[in-house]
């Protein structure tokens, strides 16, 4: 940013560097002297993001009431944002809709890239007027290491919502009103209001068709739009994060190559190399592969349905593949019951709580609403050493809400030191001996912490 050159700070700061030949440069330019622009115009920025490659754009005030709590995290990443970008590029829709994995990935990794590489090439020419910018990653690389939790700064999809380049479908993905779902976001924040903005679209391209319902191999989309995200990440996300963390532990934990041979099979591993050595493989994206949303995308799902169905949705479901599930869970009995062909493969998907905050956030995601059929409970948690929290834990009509403070009637209270309820959830067998040395006590029916269990898999 260009700086006053008459501040009283400035004057301290260049006597100290007087003779730098830096300083002495910039005290003799005149071109560098304070031309930030206070708006920048709407029209000039849609053009460059354009030229730059992106198939569309929207922008949005700082204050949209849209972005909701989401504006806080915008500002903890850039605190100088007054204005974003929403970036939209599209994908080769055939590509995404094969059964071959290889095609599909190396189409979701060079849009990926190609959202980045615009994004990034747009924040520059932005720096160059004199405005500060920066593109928030479309995907990786994200603060990884805060897995299981946020592990991204900014969700794109939000921002997208808000700026009007689409709207959210039952499978969560945003559809933009011409390229449907075939799109990856960006987003770039930036410093300088902007001349005008735009405004969500009022209405939803989503047909509500649930083709993306019948696609989806471990049941993650329901009907209603409830969104399975531990089904999705144990198995299309099996080389990526908590896959990652079971396939090191089933390499620690084997005892000989033929241990980890049963664990591990020739395939698995060599696809795991691919993804290390190539970028990371997703196992399926049906859900996005076949929702027919979208004026360029719909065509041939009003002509000809049936045979659309055929084509693009049949050999998704058809494809003999193994699916991976965790033990116990909604997805494990939905394959065996809607995809008998398809092999099911038990594994662990590493979502294990670091902290209590870890815990009682990620509960939404490792959620079974088929395994809490019947529930009307209500838990009390009382966590009691080097993290103190209370909350309540309520599982009634197949979903589960999670609040701080005391319940005026609880059916279990659980009071546990904090490390010891995270040393039990990573290790089960922990239990017994927690409740015998009063680490963990129970105040109900044992019972209901079975339920618990069943209620919530990893
Ligand atoms: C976390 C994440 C995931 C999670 C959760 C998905 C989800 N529905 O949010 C998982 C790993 C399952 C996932 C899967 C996929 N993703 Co994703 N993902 C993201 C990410 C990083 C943040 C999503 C987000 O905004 N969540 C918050 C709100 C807005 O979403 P929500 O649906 O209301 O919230 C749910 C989840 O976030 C979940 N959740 C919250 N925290 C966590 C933490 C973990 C570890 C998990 C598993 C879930 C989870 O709980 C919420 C309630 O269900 C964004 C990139 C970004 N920085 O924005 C890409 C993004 C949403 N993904 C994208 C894509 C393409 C996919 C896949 C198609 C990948 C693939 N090739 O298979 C699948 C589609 C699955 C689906 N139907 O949603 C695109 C979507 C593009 C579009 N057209 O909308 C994005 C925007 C990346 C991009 N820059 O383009 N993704
Ligand atoms: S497949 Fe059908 S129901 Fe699913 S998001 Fe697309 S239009 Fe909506």
Redesign the pocket.
């Given at each position: 940013m260009s700086l006053n050159k008459n501040t009283k700070q400035l004057q301290q700061t260049v006597k100290q560097f007087a003779e730098h030949p830096t300083v002495k440069n910039y005290l003799s330019d005149s071109s560098a002297s304070n031309n930030k622009p206070t708006s920048l115009n709407t029209a000039w920025l849609r053009e460059l993001c354009i030229e730059l490659g992106a198939d569309d754009v929207g922008f949005i005030p700082i204050e949209s009431q849209e972005l909701g709590a989401e504006k806080d995290k915008i500002l903890e990443c850039f605190p100088h944002t007054k204005s974003l970008v929403s970036i939209v590029c599209k994908m080769n829709r055939d590509d995404v809709r094969n059964p071959a994995r290889s095609i599909a990935n190396n189409e979701f990794h060079h849009a990926g890239h190609d959202v980045d590489d615009i994004a990034r090439r747009i924040v520059r020419q932005l720096e160059d007027h004199g405005i500060r910018a920066i593109n928030v990653t479309m995907g990786f690389p994200m603060e990884i290491h805060k897995f299981p939790e946020r592990i991204w700064l900014i969700a794109h999809k939000i921002v997208a919502e808000a700026a009007g380049t689409g709207k959210m479908?039952?499978?969560r993905?945003v559809?933009h009103p011409k390229f449907g779902?075939f799109i990856l976001l960006g987003t770039i924040l930036l410093d300088t209001p902007l001349t005008s903005y735009t405004k969500p679209i009022d209405y939803n391209p989503?047909?509500?068709?649930?083709?993306?319902?019948a696609a989806c191999p471990v049941g993650a989309i329901a009907p209603d739009g409830y969104f399975n995200g531990s089904a999705c990440l144990t198995h299309n996300y099996r080389e990526f994060l908590g896959g990652f963390q079971n396939w090191v532990d089933n390499v620690i934990e084997s005892k000989t190559p033929e241990d980890f041979r049963e664990k591990v099979s020739l395939g698995e591993n060599v696809s795991m190399w691919q993804s290390l050595s190539f970028g990371a493989n997703y196992k399926a994206a049906y859900?996005m592969a076949?929702?027919?949303?979208g004026e360029d995308v719909i065509a041939p799902f009003l002509e000809r349905r049936q045979d659309f169905v055929k084509e693009v949705l049949k050999p998704l479901q058809d494809k003999r593949e193994t699916i991976y599930v965790v033990p116990g869970s909604d997805a494990e009995s939905y394959v065996q019951k809607r995809f008998p062909h398809k092999t099911v493969k038990r594994v662990h998907n590493g979502i294990t709580p670091q902290s209590i905050n870890g815990f009682l956030t990620g509960m939404r995601r490792i959620f079974q609403p088929e395994q809490a059929k019947g529930l009307d409970v209500t838990y009390q948690f009382k966590f009691t050493g080097k993290e103190r929290r209370e909350a309540i834990v309520t599982i009634k009509n197949q979903r589960v809400s999670v609040t701080d403070g005391v319940a005026d009637k609880a059916n279990l209270i659980v009071t546990a030191d904090s490390a010891a309820w995270l040393k039990f959830l990573s290790n089960r067998t922990y239990l017994p001996l927690a409740l015998l040395t009063g680490k963990i006590k129970l105040k109900g029916s044992p019972k209901l912490l079975l339920m618990f269990g069943k209620c919530f898999v990893s």
């Open positions: 479908g039952i499978h993905n559809i779902n989503c047909l509500s068709c649930k083709l993306c319902v859900c076949t929702c027919p949303a």
